[in-house]
């Protein structure tokens, strides 16, 4: 798929140079964002717009999947960057309301526990531009040593994203994060296990009589890893492979490349509404 845009070899003074751009998405995509974009102008009942619904959809996909500034896009419509912008934010607000939440996630994976018996957690990290004043220590990531706001997922063991929890600053710990989501309780409802890296050894909160945390085992000065042990972190670490496939296709969506100030405080809608696109991209 492709931006309907015309070259110009020679443009004449004063002409703005107009360039193709190709969007490697499905059409299932075009027409999942020609659908949002279809519901929200009933729900508000525009009666007109410049733009039909596929002109509109292929310009928020062209912002969402290669970041490309409102302002160049709009120029060879005739419209406006502020009209762009409003677009995108639309659409995102539509498809985020379409993300499935934990607890319906939970419940499909408790019916499914023969062929998913375990989920995998993790959680990635998403630039942002330096915040100003207080704020700037908030988003200060100790790990990465940048500004970043942090995003827990839910995947299966094939990489298949499943949820993406609320955008928090990255000074957040990860068990901190998980523990303010009532994860391992949650777990513990629907008779359900997480595989987790050793930087959530203390999420769970029954490690003993009930756990729901598989975690694998840290070794220090006085205690140096056994031969089985060892074994144990690198099963583990072979399960959650799918954790990076998950991240992964999460990131071919560019506009997660570095965060604006618009979007640094809409950034829980932009990665459900992401979630959404991914699931039809990927799931197809």
Known sequence: MSLAVTHIDEPAEGQPLVYQVRLPLSTQTLRLVTQAIRTHRKQVKSRWRKLTNLQTAIIVLAVLRHDHRPAELG??????????????????TTLAATAPRLDRVL????????????????????????????????????????????????????????????AEPARLHETTQAKRLHLPERLREHDLAIIVDRYHTRLDDQPTHDPTVMVGRRGSRNHQLTTAEKQVNNLLAAERAGNEHAHAHLK????????????????TALTRALLTLNATEINR
């Open 107 to 166: 419940a499909r994976a408790a019916r499914d526990r023969d062929t998913q018996p375990v989920l995998l957690l993790d959680g990635t990290c998403i630039p942002v531009h330096t915040p100003a004043g207080r704020a700037e220590k908030r988003y200060w990531c100790p790990k990465h040593k940048a500004h970043h706001l942090r995003v827990m997922t839910l995947t299966d063991q094939h990489g298949r994203l499943l949820w993406t929890s609320p």
């Open 75 to 92: 120029g060879d419509y005739g419209v406006s960057h502020h009209s762009v912008r409003r677009w995108v934010k639309q659409t995102v």
């Open 252 to 267: 071919n969506w560019r506009i997660l490349t570095r965060l604006r100030h618009d979007w640094r405080d809409n950034a």
